[in-house]
């Protein structure tokens, strides 16, 4: 069974970067994967896609050219590099692979505070 786990959540002030990690339990080379997040009381949301190559890559424009997505088959993971971070950035981030979408990893904190 699919076993996804998130990590490199933490609390940092508004400007700031972290960088959010997803390593699977399977070979992800032939997957499209996505990152989501979700805050309490709100409704998950999708945060940035990849393609199963790396070649495409898809943004909403709450993030776009603050977040950007990668990832490195050969490790199973995929990444999210997230810069300038805002408040409205806090939730709790999960990642997806879209042809098994009903498996979820335990998800990783970013809280963005002064």
Known sequence: QLQLVESGGGLVQPGGSLRLSCTASVNLDVYAIGWFRQAPGKEREG???ISSRGGATNYPVSVKGRFTISRDNAKNTVYLQMNSLKPED???YYCNVFAMANYWGQGTQVTVSA
């Open 90 to 92: 806090t939730a709790v």
């Open 47 to 49: 945060v940035s896609c």
